[in-house]
């Protein structure tokens, strides 16, 4: 009897244990038991305690594993009963592995691989995503789930508090937003995976990539192709071994960032400039951009303009749940998409992404 195809967990950017102490996960048996609670059967769940589990020190070089880490994700690409890697989070320490990963073992796949990822992750999205038998999806690492939804909740306490005749205050706010994100954490989790499945199936996510129009211009749909992610992950393949992964001929770039100063995203958007990626690319979209608490996509989208080429007016629009943020929506690389634009009576146009999800089931 053949063996049900898998979806994998796994940690190869930053380590995971304390994202798993707030689960209530000790080792990787219970995080296969709670990953496979809402699953019918259909797939079977693993992961790599070693990798998600492992020791880390930030002052003195990171993750110590760098070649574990890099077997580990060649033997998943290679492995034709994976049919989900799911990196539980981004975070570092990935991109300096790149060169010891052999990328080329999935020219040899039969049946196609989602791999599910973001932050750190990028460059393994962007790097596999254009394998063919490789679905490769800018999407949250399920262990963003606890601090996404701690600040969205924390957005949104003053209701709940005033309803319950509680002060309204940052310290009550915030204990409300990391309250609810702790009682929620296990079951969103499970749900994840779950969804997980449903992509698997060709079902595909009720969590729709969704925005608005920025500038230029655009027809009702149009069929795209989109590249990028986070845009310190993408600048340092720029010039590199894998800069023909970031290729924006012909493409949509869509960038992303967490923990930056606007000066900062600047400076890396004039290095996008410069490698002559902007002026290739048929649009550009923006994510979140979030330094702390500060939401500076506006700002982003005034620095960018300084940046566009001036021979044309390139369509820019923006994402309001692609990036560190929640909710977050699955946003597909290297795969065509269509973006859909609808005018409103007043007010800017408005945006979808529509996923084909079903042609890409598992096969």
């Known amino acids: 009897m053949a063996s049900k195809p898998r979806i ?31 699953l019918d059967g259909r797939y079977r769940v693993t992961a790599n305690g070693a990798m998600i589990f492992a020791k880390q020190d930030e002052m003195h070089g990171g993750r110590f594993d760098d070649a574990a880490r890099a077997r580990e994700v060649e033997r998943i690409l290679a492995d034709d ?22 990328f080329d073992v999935l020219r040899r796949r039969r049946k196609t691989i989602h791999i599910f990822g973001f932050s750190e992750m990028t460059s393994l999205i962007a790097i596999a995503g254009r394998y063919p038998k490789v679905v490769g999806l800018h999407d949250l690492g399920p262990l963003f789930l606890f601090d996404g939804v701690r600040r969205f909740m924390t957005r949104r306490a003053d209701a709940y508090l005033q309803a319950a005749e509680m002060p309204v205050d940052a310290a009550h706010c915030e204990g409300f937003g990391a ?20 992509i698997l199936d060709g079902c595909g996510s009720p969590r729709v990539p969704s925005g608005r129009l920025l500038a230029g211009r655009l027809p009702a749909s149009r069929p795209i192709t989109i590249i990028g992610g986070n845009i310190s992950v993408i600048m340092p393949l720029v010039g590199s071994r894998y800069a023909e992964f970031i290729d924006t ?26 490698a002559g990626l902007l ?18 996509v506006h700002a982003v989208f005034e620095a960018l303009k300084s940046h566009l080429p001036a021979s044309r007016r390139q369509p820019v629009i923006e994402l ?26 007043r007010g800017q146009a408005q945006v979808t992404i529509e996923i084909p999800w079903s042609k890409w089931a598992r096969k």
């Open 8 to 38: 994998h967990l796994t940690a190869v950017a930053s380590y995971a244990t304390q994202a798993m102490q707030l689960l209530g996960i000790r080792n990787a048996d219970e995080l296969v038991a709670l990953a496979s609670g809402k």
């Open 249 to 274: 001929a012909g493409k949509w770039l869509a960038l992303e960032e967490i923990n930056e100063s606007v000066g900062s995203v600047d400076r890396m958007i004039a290095g996008l400039r410069l």
């Open 320 to 345: 309001t749940n692609f990036g560190h943020i929640y909710p977050i929506a699955p946003l597909p690389m290297h795969r065509e998409v269509t973006l859909r634009c609808r005018r409103p009576a």
């Open 81 to 102: 009963d994976v049919a989900a890697l799911v990196t539980v989070r981004g975070g570092s320490w990935f991109t300096r592995i790149l060169e010891r990963i052999d």
């Open 279 to 296: 002026d290739k690319a048929e649009g550009i979209i923006l994510g979140n951009f979030r330094d702390g608490d500060a939401n500076l």
């Open 179 to 198: 309250g609810w994100a702790a009682a929620k954490y296990r079951g969103m989790f499970a749900d994840f995976v779950a969804e997980v499945a449903g």
